[in-house]
Nanobody, 121 residues
Framework: QVQLVESGGGLVQPGGSLRLSCTAS????????VAWFRQAPGKEREAVSC????????DYADSVKGRFAVSRDNAKNTAYLQMNSLKLEDTAVYYC??????????????WGQGTQVTVSS
């Protein structure tokens, strides 16, 4: 069965760090770029980052640039979102999704179930 499963969410203090994982089953994740999104209560879904499937080039939303880093381990069929210097406003459900090879918008075939990240003191 084709699945994309996220893990690593939880409760952290402001300034803390968290690493999210996105593991694919039933297909080869390296065939796709991987995009990360987040959605806070009452807010629209926001694109956070994307890492391409060709050159490993990553793009980041301005709100997370310099604090978050995306990577991937093809041998583990897994992508990661490293989140540092977390802020209260980073609180959201985070989703990973497959994307077009060059991270062009609108081409997200598979989605993870989401994992809650809560930043609170």
């Amino acid at each position: 069965q084709v699945q994309l499963v996220e893990s690593g969410g939880g409760l952290v203090q402001p300034g803390g760090s968290l690493r999210l994982s996105c593991t694919a089953s039933g297909f080869t994740l390296d065939d796709y770029a991987v995009a990360w999104f987040r959605q806070a209560p009452g807010k629209e879904r926001e694109a956070v980052s994307c890492i391409s499937s060709i050159y490993g080039i990553a793009d980041y939303a301005d709100s997370v640039k310099g604090r978050f880093a995306v990577s991937r381990d093809n041998a583990k069929n897994t992508a990661y979102l490293q989140m540092n210097s977390l802020k209260l406003e980073d609180t959201a459900v985070y989703y990973c999704a497959t994307a077009g090879s060059m991270c062009l918008p609108g081409d997200n075939e598979y989605w993870g179930q989401g994992t809650q990240v809560t930043v609170s003191s």
